[in-house]
Nanobody
């Protein structure tokens, strides 16, 4: 099993910044993919950013490209999401997730952390 615990959410003003963290513990897998998702009120959960196991390739949703940065520490025990130039539409619950090798969907999720951006 893999445990994921997010932190760092809160209230920010439009144009401000927040940094989310996700602590990864438990059984670790070589080659897993780490990502952030978010869910706004009344909407489906959506992809935000993804980082490959090697750490050298990132992918972002068009809505956050150029404003958000996903990263991890060398030990692969922490996943970060640096969010700059926040907009009210970034409001939602943010989840970190891990997809282990050989699986087609994300099989481990954190409990989520609330991000609220005021205009």
């Amino acid at each position: 099993q893999v445990q994921l615990v997010e932190s760092g959410g809160g209230l920010a003003q439009a144009g401000g910044s927040l940094r989310l963290s996700c602590a990864v513990s438990g059984r670790t897998f070589s080659g897993y993919t780490m990502s952030w998702f978010r869910q706004a009120p009344g909407k489906d959960r959506e992809f935000v950013a993804r980082l490959t196991w090697s750490g050298d390739t990132t992918y972002y949703a068009d809505s956050v490209k150029g404003r958000f940065t996903i990263a991890r520490n060398n030990a692969k025990t922490m996943i970060y999401l640096q969010m700059n130039n926040l907009k009210p539409e970034d409001t939602g619950v943010y989840y970190c997730a891990v997809r282990t090798p050989g699986t087609s969907s994300y099989n481990y999720w954190g409990q989520g952390t609330q991000v609220t951006v005021s205009s």
